[in-house]
């Protein structure tokens, strides 16, 4: 059985950081990429980092960019997010999410966020329940 399980969560203040861990079972890491997303309140979901199975491509969206990274580790079947100078537009559910459709050159790699105006979420197959970061002072 498939599992995705967010940690690392929790109320920080504007300017702090946190790193948000998703722990992988029932799957082989070789075959997924795997993306994070945040649902933040009132919001649609948004895509904001999805890493390739080889981890030879990362994607972040333009609020992740420079602030957020991506990174994971096959062998202990974990996927980080390390946040950096959160803000408090940054308080939202995360998710994680496994992405095993797109092959290219020995990898499952990243989709877009969006194409043609539509977000590929409906890409990720496999989802965690999440994991509540609140930024306020």
């Known amino acids: 059985q498939p599992r995705l399980v967010e940690s690392g969560g929790g109320l920080v203040q504007p300017g702090g950081s946190l790193r948000l861990s998703c722990a992988v079972s029932?799957?082989?890491?070789?075959?997924?990429?795997i993306g994070w997303f945040r649902q933040a309140p009132g919001k649609e979901r948004e895509g904001l980092a999805c890493?390739?199975?080889?981890?030879?491509?990362?994607r972040y969206s333009d609020s992740a960019k420079g602030r957020f990274t991506v990174s994971r580790d096959n062998a202990e079947n974990m996927i980080y997010l390390q946040m950096n100078n959160l803000k408090p537009e940054d308080t939202g559910i995360y998710y994680c999410?496994?992405?095993?459709?797109?092959?290219?050159?020995?990898?499952?790699?990243?989709?877009?966020?969006?194409?043609?105006?539509?977000?590929?979420?409906?890409?990720?197959?496999?989802w965690g329940q999440g994991t509540q970061v609140t930024v306020s002072l």
């Open positions: 999410a496994a992405n095993g459709v797109r092959y290219w050159s020995g990898a499952f790699v990243c989709p877009p966020f969006e194409v043609a105006g539509r977000t590929t979420d409906d890409e990720y197959k496999y």
């Open positions: 890493i390739s199975s080889s981890s030879g491509e990362k």
């Open positions: 029932g799957l082989p890491m070789a075959d997924y990429a």
